[in-house]
């Protein structure tokens, strides 16, 4: 309560001394823009004496000081005959000179030959200070600047004024503060206790008990923040078990090609009189462990990019149908190896406005897949049509296919259908996640259907955007 009455006081005081100012500026600047045409082209033609002689007469009948400053900032006439020679460095002066204005105003405490800018109304009055507008306009010659006129005027009267409406909100503020303090401590003890129940949930949080719940008791605002803790708490419990098994996982997938490389290396130099037939094959061996390694870190790092959110995707125009086509071809020896036959059905060329690269892992790594998992003289079929707005594609084959306990998680990292098998053909377990963060990262969706003995169908969906 306290608080909101000196907020809405402070306001309120603003708005008045903003008021008071804006009426006060208006009128001098009024003045300062008339007198600087009047003195314009007296200081232009160096009549020095005259311009003199005419601020003296405009100051006493505007009851102001005036001065004229060159357009280094040095005044070359004051009617008050005190600073005339001098530079004059006042903010107000500065901003014409340097900054580009053409004209300008401030407020000034001078205290004990100090003079600083008034930044607020609320502050402590001092009997001792004096209260001066300083108000400015730039003159101008051929659109060329040659001086500034500076009007002073003391404002002692307003802020008077202004102080003693503000020494009636400060005693108004000190009654509504000291209510607000007793009622707060009626209150506390309602209030506290379940906050110092939450704090101290925090605090075993903080210690790396992510367990932690707190009991969602009463009702408003306290129970949506239990709630809110609680379900936070959860989360954070699910993230940490799942960073967990990643570390634990990724530290089991480097691990298997380092220990088999040991083995071999061990092999070879235990044994120098190994036949050369078999080094070769050791060796062969170790070349491809290496090769599994830095697909594995490869992959590891494309994941946290995306984690990360530093992963940027390059648009282009280009047309997915293409890199279907262009998959296939790069595929197409796989596939007449294991004595498979790759089918494609490609309606629509889907011209997208996408990442090319990114888009062209996603196809390849599906349709690698359908060929990796799919028996000898197995089919798979490639199909691509335009839905909408959206560019459909499904890879099916009539594999073994997906139980159903596992389609939940085939884009989980590092999760395998069937793990000797996985390892045999050389996968990570890391390429569907790859594929749907990357198809996420485009807008669109991806979903599995599939089952057991006859087949699997992957199917992504993505927005065609327009350049």
């Not at 089991?252 to 094959?281: C, F, G, N, V």
Request: with cysteine; charged share 25%; glycine share 8%.
């Amino acid at each position: 309560m306290g608080v909101s009455y000196y907020a809405v006081a402070t306001s309120l005081l603003g708005l008045v001394g903003d008021s008071l100012f804006d009426d006060r500026q208006r009128q001098e600047r009024i003045s300062a823009d008339q007198l600087a045409a009047e003195m314009e082209p007296l200081l232009a033609e160096s009549r020095m004496e005259e311009l003199n002689r005419r601020l003296v007469t405009a100051g006493g009948e505007l009851g102001v000081r005036l001065m004229v400053l060159d357009q280094s900032g040095k005044v070359q006439t004051d009617t008050y005959s005190q600073l005339n020679g001098s530079r004059l460095t006042l903010p107000e002066v500065v901003g014409i000179l340097v900054s580009g204005k053409t004209a300008d105003y401030g407020v000034h405490m001078i205290e004990e030959g100090t003079s600083r800018n008034l930044l607020h109304f609320w502050q402590p009055y001092n009997e001792d200070a004096q209260w001066i507008s300083y108000c400015t306009a730039g003159l101008y010659h051929k659109g060329s600047l040659i001086g500034v006129l500076v009007l002073s005027s003391p404002i002692q009267e307003m802020m008077t004024r202004l102080f003693d409406l503000q020494n009636q909100m400060v005693m108004y503020f000190l009654i509504a503060a000291a209510i607000a303090f007793l009622l707060a401590m009626f209150f506390s003890r309602v209030i506290t206790k379940p906050i110092a129940s939450l704090t101290k949930s925090i605090q075993r949080m903080g210690h790396g008990d992510l367990s932690v719940r707190v009991p969602e008791k009463g009702s408003g605002e306290l129970r949506k923040l239990s709630e809110t803790f609680n379900i936070m708490s959860t989360k954070l419990e699910m993230l940490d078990k799942s960073r967990n098994q990643f570390v634990s996982n990724a530290s089991h997938e480097l691990k298997t090609p380092l220990a088999t490389m040991k083995i071999l290396l061990e092999s070879i130099i235990y044994q120098p009189d190994m036949d050369t037939e078999m080094r070769t094959e050791f060796l062969t061996d170790i070349n491809k462990e290496i090769d599994r390694l830095n697909m594995i870190i490869g992959d590891l790092l494309t994941l946290v990019s995306m984690d990360s959110k530093s992963m940027r995707l390059n648009r282009t125009s280009f047309s997915l149908a293409q890199v279907v086509t262009d998959t296939a071809h790069r595929l197409a020896l796989v596939a007449e190896k294991n004595h498979q036959e790759l089918k494609l059905s490609l309606s629509d060329r889907c011209e997208l406005y996408a990442d090319s690269a990114k888009l062209t892992q996603v196809v390849y790594n599906l349709m690698e897949n359908a060929l990796k998992y799919t028996q000898e003289g197995g089919t798979i079929r490639v199909r691509l049509v335009r839905s909408g707005r959206d560019a459909v594609l499904t890879v099916s084959d009539n594999g073994p296919g997906i139980p159903k306990e596992d389609q939940t998680h085939i884009f989980e990292r590092f999760y395998r259908v069937d793990k000797a098998r996985s390892r045999e053909t050389g996968g990570t377990g890391l390429g569907l996640s790859i594929v749907h963060q990357m198809v996420l990262a485009h807008g669109g969706s991806i979903s599995v259907e599939s089952e057991e003995g006859q087949g699997s169908t992957f199917t992504v969906e993505l927005p065609i955007h327009q350049e």
